[in-house]
């Protein structure tokens, strides 16, 4: 589990593309905790068969996913707290709500939806040649050292963002899961249906959706909400399926959830005050005494390219050019 802040707890679903250890590369993972871990206990962990969970799994199925958020909550003895849905997270999410209305004071959900392509109750064939199309990419160049088939869903997913962007997107993808339990991961994403559920949600519920979503279709997310009762729907502006910090929509969907949640922010927290995961800390400060990548990844138990996204994370967040500035930073700040 990945854990930032010590107020009261904020829970963020997994999803299939999560490393705990690396999200503070990922441009959207590393925005959230920078936003919620000053007001909250921001909790988030890693899917199974992803990140730093046990990558070899037998059973990848929805009920297995809700179950592994039932295991995390438990396991940190929480009674009541908000939760955040994002994208296949989101179904997780209202799956949760529906099954323990005591536990979720608040539903937060992102670019989600209650049916998907294999599960509509009169699915259109184009529509369905789209997912197996999808699943066969997968197969064939999830694993690859070329990028170009893993691309197909980063254009998907953020079609406006930066080149420096899509390639942090796209290491984080070849870092969370195997070939193998990718499409195991998409098979069981394509198949969620959650239609009868969320209409059991029974607590306060904001929905939010990038209009010109690709991945999940805004009237994807505009029916999900209108089948919960009482919830409030937000349509954000942009193409991305996730909004990126230097989006307006970042600052509305923000705004949103400290106004749903009732914190005392009223504004985005300032970013440039950058945090450094406890790995990245480690990392630098092994830099600082001189060891090389390899050497920190065999004292790690990591790989040499996993070290270099530890230290290239560490600096873009520290706002670094090199190697040394960061370390110099990390000094100043007494960060190490």
Not at 123 to 137: H, N, R, S, Y
Not at 179 to 192: L, N
Not at 237 to 262: M, S
């Amino acid at each position: 589990m990945g854990l930032y802040g010590a107020g009261p707890p904020l829970v963020k679903v997994a999803t299939w593309l999560t490393h705990i250890e690396i999200q503070q590369t990922s441009p959207f993972d590393r925005q959230l905790i920078e936003t919620f871990a000053p007001d909250f206990r921001y909790v988030t962990y890693d899917a199974r068969g992803c990140g730093l969970s046990q990558r070899r799994v037998d059973d990848v199925s929805f009920e297995a996913w809700v179950q592994d958020l039932e295991a995390v909550v438990d396991a940190l003895g929480l009674e009541r707290f908000p939760l955040l849905g994002i994208s296949q997270g989101a179904a997780v999410a209202v799956a949760y709500a529906a099954r323990h209305p005591e536990r979720v004071s608040h539903l937060i959900l992102l670019g989600g939806f209650a049916t998907s392509y294999f599960s509509t109750a009169k699915p259109d064939p184009a529509v369905v040649l789209e997912a197996e199309t999808l699943l066969k990419i997968v197969q064939i160049g999830w694993g690859s050292d070329r990028p170009a088939f893993r691309q197909v869903f980063v254009s998907k997913i953020l079609p406006d963002a930066t080149a420096e962007q899509w390639r942090a997107f796209d290491a984080l993808q070849k870092a969370t899961a195997a070939p193998e339990m990718a499409v195991r991961f998409m098979q069981t994403m394509f198949s969620i249906n959650v239609k009868d559920l969320a209409p059991q949600v029974r607590c306060p519920v904001l929905a939010m959706h990038m209009k010109g979503d690709q991945l999940i279709y805004f009237e994807q997310g505009r029916r999900l909400a209108a089948s919960i009762p009482g919830a409030r729907f937000v349509p954000l502006d942009g193409n991305n399926h996730i909004p990126l910090p230097e989006e307006p929509a970042w600052t509305v969907f923000v705004n949103e959830i400290v106004g749903f949640l009732g914190t005392k922010r009223s504004e985005v927290p300032d970013t440039s005050k950058r945090l450094l995961t406890p790995r990245q800390q480690d990392v630098l400060a092994r830099v600082a005494r001189g060891q090389t990548d390899k050497e920190i990844a065999r004292d790690l138990h990591l790989s040499p390219r996993t070290v270099e996204m530890h230290v290239a994370g560490a600096m873009k967040s520290m706002g670094a050019k090199t190697r040394a500035e960061a370390v110099a930073k990390s000094s100043e700040h007494k960060l190490r």
